[in-house]
């Protein structure tokens, strides 16, 4: 949704006089790289909002017709699984930008750049933060001329989840893109064979509630699931419902996993 392609810039050409810089600063440079060619084609952007829109305007009336709900409660429901459905599919994408700097021979520049390998990877998943605030905001402002109300303060502690959250998965898929740099059709195989199992057996458009027993077995080993229920419960105000911890805590292992793995494989990407 997200996936943008990057082109390296001629400043980041390695030169021999070139010193390596502090971690923070290495990810700030990384983080600005990558966010100029979102800058420059901010059409991008608004192209990533379709699906999210098309699912609000035509999930959100059903979910109502289903439930018997009116569609402003409905969406106090429905609103907070679409905003996880944007990270989820904005980080999981964000491999594909490095897979074509692989291919491209970009991505074997920067490692001589005086930049350190973990930079790279932070920087990138840094910058998938921006994109995913402002479609957060725009899908919030949408529903909210249909009666979203969303708790302002719980929707700012569900954006610092979502970005702990993308953190962990946009590393993993760095990671993959690594591993698939010579079959790139098994990155597309992996991401997609993963993606959506994870986004049924979550809860985030439909409740599993209703579902049959194995899926709501399952769905108890999928982490998504917390992350869900932790943003309902935050954008509804209930900042002390114990599904905010456990999503908390669910995000957290889950990016602490990703940036191992993914700094792992960054090292010895080459």
Same mark, same amino acid.
């Given at each position: 949704m997200t996936a943008l392609t990057t082109v390296l810039p001629d400043d980041t050409t390695p030169s021999t006089d070139a010193q390596p810089v502090g971690l923070a600063r290495s990810i700030r440079n990384v983080f600005v790289r990558e966010l100029r060619p979102m800058l420059r084609d901010p059409f991008s952007l608004v192209f990533s909002l379709m699906q999210p829109l098309v699912f609000l305007a035509f999930f959100g009336p059903l979910l109502g017709g289903m439930t018997g709900l009116p569609l402003a409660e409905a969406f106090q429901w429905f609103v907070p699984g679409i905003i996880v459905m944007i990270t989820l599919f904005g980080t999981?994408?964000?491999?594909?930008?490095?897979l074509f700097e692989i291919?491209?021979?970009?991505?074997?520049?920067?490692?001589v750049a005086p930049v350190s390998r973990p930079a790279l990877l932070v920087g990138r998943a840094c910058k998938e933060m921006v994109p995913l605030v402002i479609q957060a905001l725009v899908i919030?402002? *949408?529903? !909210?001329?249909f009666g979203f109300r969303p708790s302002i303060p719980g929707m700012a502690m569900g954006l610092v989840l979502l970005a702990v959250f993308g953190l962990g998965v946009g590393a993993l898929s760095y990671a993959l893109a690594i591993a698939s740099k010579e079959r790139d059709w098994m990155f597309w195989t992996v991401q997609q064979a993963l993606l959506f199992p994870l986004m049924i057996?979550?809860?985030m458009l439909l409740p599993l509630d209703v579902g049959p027993r194995w899926m709501q077995i399952?769905?108890?080993?999928n982490p998504l699931t917390y992350l869900v229920e932790a943003q309902r419960a935050l954008v509804n105000g209930q900042?002390?419902?114990?599904?905010?911890?456990?999503?908390?805590l669910a995000s957290v292992v889950l990016a602490a996993i990703g940036l191992t793995i993914g *700094?792992? !494989?960054?090292r010895h990407s080459i």
């Open positions: 999981t994408m964000t491999g594909s930008n490095l291919q491209s021979g970009a991505h074997e520049r920067m490692l919030t402002g *949408v529903a !909210a001329i057996l979550s809860g399952l769905s108890q080993f900042l002390t419902d114990p599904a905010v911890w456990q999503g908390g *700094v792992r !494989a960054v």
